[in-house]
């Protein structure tokens, strides 16, 4: 069975970075892709950043392209998400979800293997 830890949430100032890393768990043969969603208070999970663990295929929500960067090491079961100027609205829950079979969704109803979450806030 699949599982995710999160890790990496902070308190940080605008214009900082920071990195969040999912620690996955259970990846046996087949494809997969990994997410990280967020959720602020009040508004509905968005989706922020996908991965496809065999390939290379990549997802951006339009609110984080070119600020946000994900990447897997295969070696450490770990998907990381690097955040750089990040910006008072980037704060939220963050998550880490992973899903089964090809290609990635944008869906955050399609992944069935959610972690706990780790809070992100940016002071302005």
């Known amino acids: 069975q699949v599982q995710v830890q999160e890790s990496g949430g902070a308190l940080v100032q605008a214009g900082e970075s920071l990195t969040l890393t999912c620690t996955v768990s259970?990846?046996?043969?087949?494809?997969?892709?990994v997410g990280w969603f967020r959720q602020a208070s009040g508004k509905e999970r968005e989706t922020v950043s996908v991965?496809?663990?065999?390939?290379?295929?990549?997802y951006y929500h339009h609110s984080v392209k070119d600020r946000f960067t994900i990447s897997k090491d295969k070696n450490k079961n770990t998907v990381s998400l690097r955040m750089d100027n990040v910006k008072p609205e980037d704060t939220a829950i963050y998550y880490c979800?992973?899903?089964?079979?090809?290609?990635?969704?944008?869906?955050?109803?399609?992944?069935?293997?959610w972690g706990q979450g780790t809070q992100v806030t940016v002071s302005s």
């Open positions: 979800a992973a899903k089964r079979g090809p290609g990635y969704s944008t869906n955050p109803l399609v992944y069935d293997n």
């Open positions: 259970g990846l046996n043969s087949g494809d997969y892709a």
């Open positions: 991965i496809t663990w065999s390939g290379s295929s990549t």
